[in-house]
């Protein structure tokens, strides 16, 4: 996983209880780095149409949707997000040994179903939710 998708998740939170359009920098501020990352993946979540942009000496990025059915696996497919991923692999597929030439395709498919049940929790937190949390100490 990166840290786009933390990103992604505080801008959102942060853009619907801000409830107005909010500049990158004021973001950056917020999230605690720099506009530049902070504009990269807002132009995902526009992609996605989770905000809405604005350009100008007022432009910035506003809250797109309702808090309450944007959930943080849409913010995760806006940005790519993978939770459970592997960025090497046991093994050769060349190898005479079933388990040095089958065992990196067998973890990929423990990581995709990891992956998915990570996503299928994240249907079910929505940016309301967070929001209600921070402010009310509500339980997800």
Known sequence: MTSEFGIAVHAMVFLH?????????????????????VRKVMAQLKRAGLVETHEGAVGGYRFEGSADTVTLCDIAQAVGAAFV???????????????????????????????????????SVTVAALEARLFDGKPL
């Open 85 to 123: 991923s592997a960025s090497w692999r046991s093994g050769d597929v060349d190898k005479p040994c079933l388990v040095a030439s089958g065992m990196g395709a067998l973890m990929d498919e423990v990581y995709t179903g990891l992956d998915a049940l990570c996503k299928e929790r994240l249907q």
């Open 17 to 37: 209880h801000k409830g107005d359009m909010v500049s990158s920098e004021v973001l950056a501020e917020n999230i605690c780095t720099n506009p530049a990352r």
